[in-house]
């Protein structure tokens, strides 16, 4: 069975930062495709920064040079640097992970859609 678990979310002032950590179990995470998104009161779910297995990193153009995605496969660990952040970043941030192709390929993607398994959140709260 899968299980993402996150972790880091609290209060933090504007121009702070915070490290959110995924704990990824049950799927071979080195070979997955995956991601962090985040989700505001009254706002659809966003796709804030994802990586593919070979490292390859993309981010929405709000957090490009503030945020940071990266992985390690010896700890099953994906992680989230968070600097100057922001009240707009405020939200529940969630970890996704989804397996790769059939032909092995993963990816980087923004698109929930393209997800398959889902953690349940933790929050991050940037106010002052």
């Known amino acids: 069975e899968v299980h993402l678990v996150e972790s880091g979310g609290d209060l933090v002032q504007p121009g702070g930062s915070l490290r959110l950590s995924c704990a990824v179990s049950?799927?071979?995470?080195?070979?997955?495709?995956m991601g962090w998104f985040r989700q505001a009161p009254g706002k659809e779910r966003e796709g804030v920064a994802a990586i593919d297995s070979d490292g390859d990193t993309l981010y929405v153009d709000s957090v490009k040079g503030r945020f940071t995605i990266s992985q390690d496969g010896a700890k099953n660990t994906l992680s989230l640097r968070m600097n100057a952040l922001k009240p707009e970043d405020t939200a529940i941030y969630y970890c996704a992970a989804t397996p790769p192709s059939p032909e092995g390929f993963t990816f980087n993607s923004l698109r929930a859609s393209d997800y398959s398994y889902w953690g349940q959140g933790t929050q991050v709260t940037v106010s002052s």
């Open positions: 049950g799927i071979t995470y080195s070979s997955q495709s």
